[in-house]
C-alpha cells in the first residue's frame, strides 16, 4: 500500500498536480505547491464544497475572514494556552502527542513508537506585524479560519439580518507548526481549510449534530468516494480538543491507514462565551419570540482541502491491467486512469487532431478547442500517436477526447469519446458544446 502513494506522488509531479515546495533548493518542510491541473482540481473541490455548503442548504452565509488577527483572539480561543505551551513530545507512528513530563517511558503509551525530541511547543506560528520585533508586535497566522467566524459573528448577525439557526461557511489558509508532518499533503503547515459553523439554539445542538454528519458524509458519496473508503470515529471524551463537547471524525482508508479527513464538532457556546467575556461584548442572540438571550451553540464541520484532495485522489485512481486502448503497439503492461468525479476532473475536454503533420487538420482542430475553452477547461495535444493521447488524458482524468480527423474537414463532424465508456460517436461541432454541458451537468 506504501507502494500506492509513491505512484500518487509521482503521477501527482509528473501530471502537474502537487510539487515540493521550493524544489530546486531542495525543498522546504512538507510544504507543497499545486501545480495548474492541482489548482484546477481543487478549486473544483472548493466550488463544490461551496455550492453544498451554501446554494444546497437554507440560510448559510459566506465570508473571508483576515489570516492576521488580534492576538487576544488566540488567547480568548485557548489556542495560546490550553496545554499548547507544554513539553510536548510526539510519536511518529501515531501522532498522538505527549507531555514529556508525564511519560514513565520514552515510548508512545498508546503504540510504542519511537517519539520525537521533547520541545516547548506551541502549534501557533508565530509573526511579527509592523517595524518593531518585540512582545508587543506579535501576531499569529491563524491555526484554523472558523475563529474569524467567531469573532464576526455579531456582523454578520447584524448586516445580513439574520435568524437563528444559521451557518456561515469559509474557506481559507491556516497554518499549524506541526511537529512531525507527512504523508504527503496529508498533514501539512500549511493548509486549506473548508469550515462550516452552524448557530443554533442549546436545545437543537444534539438534533443538527446528526443532520451535519449525515450531510458531510453524503457529500463525499456525491462525489463518487467509495462507500467502503469512509467511517466515521466518534472521538472518545478524554480526547476531545480542549473547545469540544462532542466530536465525531470522517475517516478515510488511506493507504496509511483510516486517518481523519474531517470533523464534526459540537463546540457547545465555548467560542463566542469565550470572546464575549474577552472582548466584553455581548455576544448572546436575542430570540425575539421568546423574548430570551443566550449564547447559541455552535456545530461545526471543518474539512481540508488539502487532505480532501488526497482522498479524491486516491480513490480515483485506477490501473487498468493488459491497457484500455488497443491502438499501439507499445501498449503498456497497466494503464493508469483517474476516474474523478466529473465535477472535479481537472481537464474537462482534450481536442486532438488526428495527426499533427496535416495543418488543415491542425487549423479545424484549433478552432474547436478554441470554442470549446469558453466553456469548459480543455488542453490541446497533438504530439504522439493518438492512443498514447487518449492514455495520457485518462491518466489524468479528462472526461472526453474530441478527435479531428478527416471527415471533419468534410462534414463539420469530430469523434467524441467518453473516458469511463471509450465509446466513441460522431457529433456535429455545432452541437459539441451543448451536447458537453448536458453530460457533464453545468
Ligand atoms: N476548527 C476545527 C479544526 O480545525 P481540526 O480537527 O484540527 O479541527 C479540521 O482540523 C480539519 O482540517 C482536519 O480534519 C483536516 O482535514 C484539516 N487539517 C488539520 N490539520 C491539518 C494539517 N496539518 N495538514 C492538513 N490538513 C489539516
Not at 504523508?183 to 442549546?202: A, G, K, L, S, V
Not at 482522498?311 to 483517474?338: C, H, N, P
Amino acid at each position: 500500500m506504501e507502494d500506492l502513494m509513491q505512484k500518487i506522488i509521482s503521477l501527482a509531479k509528473r501530471r502537474g498536480f502537487i510539487f515540493q515546495s521550493s524544489e530546486i533548493y531542495g525543498g522546504f518542510g512538507s510544504c507543497y505547491d499545486f501545480g495548474p491541473l492541482g489548482v484546477e482540481m481543487k478549486n473544483n473541490i472548493k466550488e463544490a464544497w461551496r455550492k453544498e455548503m451554501t446554494r444546497n442548504q437554507e440560510n448559510i452565509v459566506l465570508l473571508d475572514s483576515a489570516i492576521l488577527m488580534s492576538p487576544k483572539i488566540w488567547q480568548a480561543s485557548g489556542h495560546l494556552t490550553a496545554g499548547f505551551a507544554d513539553e510536548l513530545v510526539e510519536c511518529k507512528k501515531c501522532h498522538h502527542r505527549f507531555r514529556a513530563d508525564l511519560l514513565k517511558e520514552k515510548k508512545c503509551p498508546d503504540c510504542k513508537g519511537e517519539l520525537t525530541e521533547a520541545k516547548k511547543f506551541n502549534l501557533m506560528m508565530k509573526t511579527f506585524v509592523g517595524p518593531l520585533e518585540d512582545e508587543s508586535s506579535e501576531a499569529y497566522l491563524r491555526a484554523e479560519t472558523c475563529q474569524g467566524i467567531y469573532v464576526n459573528f455579531l456582523n454578520v448577525l447584524n448586516s445580513m439580518r439574520m435568524k437563528i439557526p444559521f451557518g456561515v461557511a469559509q474557506i481559507g489558509k491556516s497554518f499549524r507548526n506541526e511537529i512531525t508532518p507527512g504523508n504527503f499533503i496529508y498533514r501539512t503547515r500549511e493548509f486549506e481549510q473548508m469550515e462550516m459553523q452552524w448557530f443554533c439554539p442549546p436545545k437543537e445542538a444534539d438534533r443538527f449534530f446528526d443532520y451535519w454528519l449525515e450531510a458531510r458524509l453524503n457529500w463525499y458519496y456525491s462525489l463518487g468516494i467509495k462507500k467502503e473508503n469512509l467511517k466515521t470515529y466518534e472521538v472518545p471524551k478524554d480526547e476531545l480538543a480542549h473547545y469540544a463537547k462532542r466530536a465525531v471524525d470522517i475517516l478515510y482508508n488511506f493507504p496509511f491507514g483510516w486517518k481523519e479527513i474531517e470533523g464534526v464538532h459540537n463546540r457547545g457556546d465555548w467560542d463566542l462565551s469565550n470572546h464575549a467575556k474577552h472582548s466584553g461584548e455581548d455576544l448572546r442572540y436575542f430570540d425575539e419570540e421568546k423574548k430570551e438571550k443566550y449564547f447559541p451553540h455552535i456545530i461545526e464541520t471543518s474539512v481540508g482541502a488539502d487532505r480532501s484532495f488526497l482522498a479524491f485522489l486516491i480513490d480515483s485512481y485506477q490501473e487498468v491491467k493488459g491497457g484500455r486502448t488497443k491502438t499501439t503497439k507499445a501498449i503498456k503492461e497497466e494503464e493508469i486512469m483517474l476516474k474523478l468525479y466529473k465535477s472535479l476532473a481537472p481537464v474537462k475536454v482534450a481536442v486532438l487532431p488526428l495527426v499533427k503533420n496535416k495543418p488543415e487538420l491542425v487549423e479545424a482542430a484549433k478552432k474547436v478547442f478554441q470554442m470549446l475553452k469558453i466553456d469548459f477547461s480543455c488542453q490541446y495535444d497533438e504530439t504522439g500517436s493518438i492512443g498514447k493521447r487518449y492514455r495520457r488524458q485518462d491518466e489524468i482524468g479528462t472526461l472526453f477526447a474530441v478527435t479531428i480527423d478527416f471527415s471533419t474537414l468534410e462534414d463539420k463532424t469530430v469523434t467524441l469519446r467518453d473516458r469511463d465508456t471509450m465509446e466513441q460517436e460522431r457529433v456535429k461541432i455545432d452541437e459539441l458544446t451543448e451536447i458537453i454541458k448536458k453530460r457533464i451537468n453545468v
